[in-house]
């Protein structure tokens, strides 16, 4: 026995569920419900309450960054008097690489602290490319779905024109000439209107096939004088049937056209993935650039630093802000997504609620709505097919010249037929619920994974700035000053292959007392050997 094939399901994950289990304020604060409801005012004064969380965070941080411009502006003012003393010990107990003094520690600690936070920032940049990579995944499983989802739509109207317009074909043409050879011959001529009649309803019943009223005309059923057969297509087609019809000014169209969103969502996550590129390159840059500037003792290179690094912790905590109201309404409205969609006019303007819960939910008690249709439809098209059987068998032998408008009408027949197969198979929920479930996993697995990365991104790089720029101000103070810079390049062009160590010791020496010579004559008639000179008195 052949395996039964299972309905594809979607179910909340538990982040989703996290998320969705968060406290929703007003701006009132007074609690809220957390029903995905973005069209509401209540509902976008509780996602700027939790937006503004970052806003808070920011402040915090600047206050922090300002303590402790403070603390080395004036704390560290009444220590320049004992600068001199302090540096005359600190090279007394300082080598040749000057690390051990209290200006060299002052150095040490900037520095460990600056590569921790680089480190930091570093740490987050890895899980931004990650969570920005996870997000893009999402989209772009959202659009795909959504672009298949209208291919299929727009098949579906064009089984559904083909068909009227081989009918209408049928009616006007073949089954005209047929009734005008029949006209002395009353049960052929019934069989020949039985026919018209049926093929009318058959039009009549794939028109009234939709999912959702468009206000475009197809213009198929203007031919003829037969009042609703004109065609309302499903959606906009692709434009690998047809170039899609899209609106001007960026209105939403009504009905809603997942082509539209499609197009619309790739837009967006191309600018907001290249956003997020730009942005993490800035604080890659800006963290090297910090270490380098460190290391080289470059003032120049650390006050653009500072600059920037200001620029990316407003960044930092903005993003922060924007990817946690982000998060919170995707959670809301994946928790229950199937709700949103039925309660959406923009979706469902024209489309009745059994039909769109049929597909969205696809259940096995469910049957389709369309049901009824499509088997009047079958009848009809049975009985069609009987009737030119009959006058196949029975009326050419007296009227032959209506065989050639009979062999075109049983062509349009069997291609009507073929059509109608495939309209039944694409009408079944399976297909387009089947594009749904990956839609909703699209965006509410993997689009929810990247947020959340995202949002840790903003966070832990929030706190590297924060501390890095806390950090710059003990870089200032540990740098050599000007004139520091000056006599140090006075005394190395005195003599430039004596070593630093050895100048320090010579400097020493000259404070505390002359050394003695190298050369010591121990008496004054001494002479050097093998010298005829006489002795020196």
């Known amino acids: 026995m052949a395996a039964m094939t299972t309905v594809p399901s979607y179910t909340p994950s538990l982040w989703v569920r996290l998320c969705h289990a968060l406290p929703r304020l007003d701006l009132t604060m007074q609690m809220k419900d957390n029903i995905f409801v973005p069209d509401s005012w209540e509902y976008q004064q509780t996602l700027l309450v939790l937006s503004s969380l970052s806003a808070i965070a920011l402040v915090i941080s600047l206050l922090v960054v300002l303590s402790f411009l403070i603390h080395y502006c004036c704390c560290h003012r009444g220590d320049r008097s004992e600068g001199s003393e302090e540096e005359e010990e600190d090279e007394d107990a300082s080598t040749g690489h000057g690390y051990s003094g209290k200006k060299g520690r002052g150095i040490c600690c900037v520095t460990w602290v600056a590569v921790a936070s680089v480190t930091l920032c570093c740490v987050a940049i890895g899980i931004g490319f990650y969570g920005n990579s996870e997000a893009n995944d999402g989209m772009y499983q959202l659009t795909s779905s959504l672009l298949t989802a209208n291919y299929t739509l727009a098949s579906i109207d064009l089984l559904i024109s083909d068909t009227i317009a081989g009918l209408q074909l049928s009616i006007s043409g073949p089954l005209a000439s047929m009734e005008e050879l029949f006209t002395g011959s009353k049960p052929f001529l019934v069989s020949t209107r039985n026919c018209r009649r049926l093929s009318e309803n058959v039009v009549n019943l794939l028109s009234s096939i939709s999912l959702a009223r468009a206000s475009v005309d197809a213009g198929l059923g203007n031919d003829s004088g037969i009042s609703g057969a004109s065609i309302i297509p499903l959606t906009p087609v692709p434009p690998s049937v047809a170039p899609t019809v899209v609106p001007t ?70 993003s922060l802000g924007l990817e946690t109201a982000t998060v919170v309404a995707l959670s809301d409205f994946c928790s229950d997504p199937n709700t949103f969609v039925l309660n959406s006019t ?8 059994d039909v769109l819960d049929y597909y969205l939910t696809c259940s096995r008690r469910m049957n389709s709505p369309f049901q009824q249709l499509l088997t009047q439809s079958q009848r009809a098209l049975s009985n069609i097919h009987t009737h030119l059987s009959n006058l196949d068998r029975n009326a050419l032998t007296q009227f032959p010249k209506a065989e050639k408008s009979l062999r075109e009408v049983q062509q349009i027949l069997n291609s009507t037929e073929g059509n109608f197969h495939q309209l039944v198979a694409l009408l079944n929920c399976r297909g387009l619920n089947k594009d749904y479930i ?23 790089s929030a706190l590297a700035f924060t501390a890095i720029l806390c950090s710059l101000p003990g870089a200032w103070r540990s740098f050599p000053s000007e004139s520091e810079e000056y006599e140090d390049s006075d005394s190395e062009s005195e003599d430039p292959f004596t070593s630093h160590q050895a100048r320090r010791q010579t400097a020493s ?25 006489p002795p020196l008195p």
């Open 509 to 533: 020496g000259s404070q505390r007392g002359a050394m003695a010579p190298f050369y010591n004559y121990p008496g004054a008639g001494w002479t050097p050997p093998f010298s005829s000179a």
């Open 438 to 460: 990956d839609s909703l996993k699209g965006l509410c697995y993997d689009g929810m994974e990247g947020l959340l990365y995202l949002s840790l991104y903003s966070f832990l």
């Open 249 to 318: 000014g960026g209105i939403m169209p009504n009905p809603f056209s997942p082509g539209w969103a499609a197009n619309t969502l790739m837009v967006n996550e191309d600018y907001r993935w290249l956003s997020y590129v730009l942005l993490l390159l800035l604080d890659l840059i800006v963290c090297l650039f910090i270490l380098l500037g460190l290391a080289k003792q470059a003032r120049w290179l650390l006050i653009l630093m500072t600059v920037l690094a200001w620029l990316a912790l407003f960044l930092s905590w903005g």
């Open 346 to 353: 923009n979706f469902n303007t024209g489309t009745s609620t």
